[in-house]
């Protein structure tokens, strides 16, 4: 089955900075790659997601990159702000309706 | 927007007791449900895909008689953890997709802590 990797465990900035969180997977055929946010003992919230038909997306502060070729895909924050504070996790799927596969998570702490 | 609910969103139990966990689309119609359980500072672990009116899909190692899952109806998925010992302490987080709604898009409750003495 599909294993998805996530560095670093975890990542300090100040604020301001840009933080960048990478991932690997190992299913060539895992198509869609979404990234979620999730605060203590919260639900998991979509920020941003790719397809494999595309390599770069971006909306306002956050962008994610995708390396079909190397199975790897990046979320990068700009401008952190304290409220970016939280757990981000990356996942891999086949798409559609399939079963999503979660990274191991990144607790980013931006200090003010 | 499509909501997910859990009940009960938190509960203690005593070793040995079975305790079921419910979760609800409350304005969509889902067919397929996921089950994750969800350990403190680790990731979302699949669990199961709980299919509408057949039997639910395990992942490797999850005890299917240990914890068993109902999805009834479209609406309604149900997971029962079965003489719930302490190492089952941990939250449990469904989630569904609209059935015939967008691909791809999950829609996540808000989560179960379980924790059992």
């Known amino acids: 089955g599909e294993n998805v990797e996530q560095h670093p465990s975890t990542l300090s900035v100040q604020e301001g900075d840009s933080a960048v969180i990478k991932c690997t997977y190992s299913?060539?055929?895992?198509?869609?790659f979404p990234w979620y946010k999730q605060e203590l003992g919260k639900r998991p919230q979509l920020i941003i997601d790719?397809?494999?038909?595309?390599g770069e997306k971006k909306d306002q502060r956050i962008a994610v990159t995708l390396n079909k070729t190397a199975k790897h895909f990046s979320l990068h924050i700009t401008e952190t702000q304290p409220e970016d504070s939280a757990v981000y996790f990356c996942?891999?799927?086949?798409?559609?309706?399939?079963?999503?596969?979660f990274g191991t998570g990144t607790k980013l702490q931006v200090i003010p | 927007g499509a909501v997910v609910s859990q009940h009960p969103s938190r509960v203690i139990c005593k070793s040995g007791t079975s305790v079921k966990i419910e979760c609800r689309s409350l304005?969509?119609?889902?067919?397929?449900m996921f089950w994750y359980r969800q350990f403190p500072k680790k990731s979302l672990m699949l669990m199961a895909t709980?299919?509408?009116?057949?039997?639910?899909?395990?992942e490797q190692g999850v005890e299917k008689d240990k914890f068993l899952i109902n999805h009834a109806s479209l609406t309604l998925s149900t997971l029962t953890v079965t003489s719930a010992h302490p190492e089952d302490s941990s939250f449990y987080i469904c989630?569904?997709?609209?059935?015939?709604?967008?691909?791809?898009?999950?829609?996540f409750g808000p989560g179960t802590r379980l924790t059992v003495l």
């Open positions: 989630s569904a997709y609209l059935a015939g709604g967008p691909p791809d898009t999950q829609y």
């Open positions: 299913d060539s055929a895992s198509n869609y």
């Open positions: 790719i397809r494999s038909n595309v």
């Open positions: 996942a891999a799927s086949k798409g559609g309706y399939q079963k999503v596969t």
């Open positions: 304005d969509f119609q889902a067919t397929t």
């Open positions: 709980s299919n509408e009116g057949s039997k639910a899909t395990y």
